[in-house]
């Protein structure tokens, strides 16, 4: 399930995030790829331990908290602070499948990661090429969107960057253990909570076809919620 997300930064933030980053330095991104994904990466990197690095993760972490969106496809049940990453002219990242398990910094958790999630903080028409591709059953799907929007999709997804051809495309990155570790289930769970939305926005909370289809959707996560 490929799920994108409007404005998941106000205009406030994505400002404040672009103006310190302008001023931070970057590191070869390969410093926190694994040894094949480091042999297709190409990129540059906030050190994730930085102070910069850390008070950005912190406005990103907000903003998914108070987004419903984010919440109903990703049933988050711990996110790894945000990372920030920029592709310049001629840099890319080959077609890769991301860690399965990640160490939250400072704390020593391990994570299974079953989602990822990328914000875009770069306007699409100040770079060419940066596309996000995700592989998979049905083909190649690629991604660009407006600056402040985010994409969420499986971590289990084959992925890459496509080449940066002009001017330098800035993003946020990271991943989630969700509740439920499979996709599918994420996926009719997300299709059913939005088709609650809709039916409430018709009838009343109250309505029996409203509670039904509520109390449906949250036995099947209690069926199959992993805490």
């Known amino acids: 399930m490929l799920v994108t997300i409007p404005d998941l930064l106000t205009k406030e933030e994505l400002a404040y995030i672009r103006q310190v980053l302008?001023?931070?330095?970057?590191v070869d991104g390969r410093s926190t790829a694994g040894e094949q994904a480091a042999q297709?990466?190409?990129n540059l990197q906030v050190p994730p331990d930085s102070a910069e690095g850390r008070e950005l993760a912190n406005i990103v972490?907000?903003?998914?908290?108070?987004?419903?969106?984010?919440?109903?496809?990703?049933?988050?049940?711990?996110?790894?602070?945000?990372m920030f990453n920029r592709y310049d002219e001629g840099m890319t990242f080959g077609a890769h499948v991301d860690g399965s398990i990640r160490v939250i910094p400072g704390?020593?958790?391990?994570?299974?990661?079953?989602?990822s999630t990328t914000i875009f903080l770069t306007p699409p028409e100040d770079y060419d090429g940066g596309e996000l591709v995700v592989h998979d059953t049905y083909g190649k799907h690629e991604v660009?969107?407006?600056?402040?929007?985010a994409v969420v999709y499986p971590a289990t997804?084959?992925?890459?960057?496509?080449?940066?051809?002009?001017?330098?495309?800035?993003?946020?990155?990271?991943?989630a253990q969700s509740m439920?570790?499979?996709?599918?289930?994420?996926?009719?769970?997300?299709?059913?909570?939005?088709?609650?939305?809709?039916?409430?926005?018709?009838?009343?909370?109250d309505d029996p076809a409203v509670t039904g289809l509520t109390a449906h959707y949250h036995n099947m996560i209690r069926h199959w919620a992993e805490m």
């Open 22 to 26: 302008e001023g931070t330095p970057w």
């Open 40 to 42: 297709v990466k190409k």
């Open 61 to 82: 972490l907000r903003a998914l908290g108070r987004n419903p969106v984010y919440s109903s496809a990703a049933l988050p049940l711990h996110v790894l602070p945000p």
């Open 107 to 115: 704390t020593g958790q391990r994570i299974r990661t079953d989602v």
């Open 144 to 149: 660009k969107l407006p600056a402040g929007h």
């Open 157 to 175: 997804s084959l992925h890459s960057v496509n080449p940066v051809t002009r001017g330098s495309r800035w993003g946020s990155f990271f991943w």
């Open 180 to 205: 439920l570790r499979d996709d599918w289930q994420r996926h009719m769970l997300y299709d059913l909570d939005q088709s609650i939305m809709r039916i409430r926005s018709i009838l009343a909370d």
